[in-house]
């Protein structure tokens, strides 16, 4: 079925008017329905249904076929210029919408119009105009995905958002899934920016990527805002506790990402879990793609990170690898919110530490900045990521598998992911297997650097 495009021309402060239709109408569909701005840069709201085009010496004919309709909109000069758009309508004989007032002064002119007092009522007309059935149509399956109980996992969204095999229901189109997201309003500063920046990504670069089947609709705060309909609830942190047991038993459209072991719905549609462990999983490691913007051929420095809070993290394994080999041209960092790891304290012109909170800037450091990644788990310091019901994943394998790069990792952790990491050394609980381990990880890499040369 073919979309129809409609039209504002000429920079306009009414343009929130058409917005206003798009709010009242939430099952119309960005596929379906289309609208172009020509001469300003289009809403900063609800813009997965909008289309900015530049001013060029070309402008007319971009109307002419791109047009279905024209919303004749006053111009900010609207003391001297006529609507917007309203010589194209005469013109290329297109349906225009007007204010009332200005329909009796150019009816004459026009093709078709609609000018009813409400401006919402006149865009629904010429739509019924150009398409009889538009407003018959299946409406698109609303996704909502929440994860407004915790204030972090905001790395995992998009993967749910574009992997997640929701099963097709009768009441909705599944060929087109439009996504709301509620998020956590944090109190912790460093958290309130990671999600603050994670919802401007959500609505701009991952806007972008995602135009054809799946679409972001917005980023709530609010369990107030949520959608009137929704077809599919996911929550992305699902724990095995009696509020998430019951929300799944007692509703058809639920959906979760369980974080630890849940034997009751371990082969539930309804369940998935993160890690290759379990039979149904999904490995979220779709991210923001970036392109290097550092010169990295002649550079001989070879960069270490681990990712995630410093204490997490056995840092006596670097320390006892350091004194031990004495490596050149090595640097390690940990790009992750937490304290100086007090193994490190003697080595502070080999290590760095970031507290980076603006969720594109933590990952785009993590993309041109580290040349390996390191666990750094063990079973003294983090037993939960090894053995017990919850089974954690660790985020730094995921960063990892996203931008393909080289892992150092416990044995016990990386056999379920060898087939997605392009390269990976493993070690056991002992310092100086791990030391082996970054031994060998070296001389790949040198051996590598050399073949550039």
């Given amino acids: 079925t073919r979309a129809i495009n409609l039209c504002v021309v000429g920079e306009t402060s009414h343009i929130s008017a058409v917005n206003a239709f798009i709010r009242e109408h939430r099952n119309i569909s960005p596929h379906w329905l289309r609208f172009h701005s020509f001469g300003s840069a289009g809403p900063a709201k609800r813009r997965q249904y909008w289309t900015p085009h530049n001013p060029s010496s070309t402008l007319n004919e971009e109307i002419f076929d791109a047009c279905d309709g024209i919303i004749g909109l006053p111009l900010v ?82 993967s749910f958002m574009a992997l997640y095999p929701l099963p097709e229901i009768p009441d ?17 500063p460093f958290q309130r920016n990671r999600g603050l920046s994670w919802k401007e990504y959500a609505l701009t670069a991952m806007l972008q990527k995602y135009q054809a089947g799946r679409t972001v609709n917005t980023v709530i705060w609010s369990h107030s805002d949520r959608p009137s309909e929704i077809h599919y609830e996911i929550r992305a942190s699902c724990y095995c506790n009696d509020e998430h047991i019951m929300w799944l038993r007692n509703s058809t459209n639920a959906y979760c990402v369980f974080h630890e072991s849940c034997d009751e719905f371990e082969k539930s549609p309804q369940a998935l879990w993160l890690s290759p462990h379990h039979e149904q999983y999904v490995l979220p490691t779709l991210l923001p793609e970036f392109q290097y913007t550092r010169p990295r051929a002649n550079e001989t420095t070879v960069n270490f990170c681990a990712i995630g809070h410093p204490k997490r993290r056995n840092y006596d394994l670097v320390a006892h690898f350091l004194k031990t080999r004495k490596p050149k041209d090595v640097y390690f960092h940990n790009i992750g919110w937490g304290p100086q790891p007090e193994a490190m304290d003697g080595f502070g012109h080999l290590f760095s530490r970031y507290d980076e909170a603006e969720f594109l800037a933590f990952e785009r450091m993590v993309y041109e900045l580290c040349d390996v990644v390191m666990g750094l788990l063990t079973r003294n310091i983090t037993p939960d990521y090894f053995d017990g019901p919850k089974k954690k994943q660790s985020g730094s394998m995921l960063q990892a598998i996203a931008y393909q790069r080289p892992m150092v990792l416990h044995e016990d952790l990386a056999e379920p992911y060898r087939a997605y990491l392009s390269d990976i050394e493993t070690h056991n609980d002992e310092i100086e297997s791990f030391a082996g381990a970054m031994d060998r990880t070296m001389k790949k890499l040198q051996k590598k650097t050399s073949q550039l040369r």
Avoid at 123 to 134: C, S
Avoid at 172 to 188: A, G, K, P, V
């Fill in 77 to 158: 000069d609207n003391s001297t210029t006529l609507p917007g758009g309203l010589v194209q309508a005469v013109t290329y004989g297109r349906p225009i919408v007007l204010y009332p007032e200005d329909a009796r002064m150019y009816r004459r002119h026009l093709y078709h119009f609609f000018a009813n007092e409400s401006l919402s009522t006149s865009i629904e007309d010429m739509i019924k105009h150009l398409e009889p059935d538009y407003f018959e149509r299946q409406p698109d399956c609303q996704v909502f995905i929440d994860n407004h109980l915790v204030d972090y996992h905001y790395f995992l969204l998009e």
């Fill in 172 to 188: 909705c189109n599944h060929d087109y899934l439009r996504f709301t997201f509620q998020i956590h309003r944090s109190e912790r």
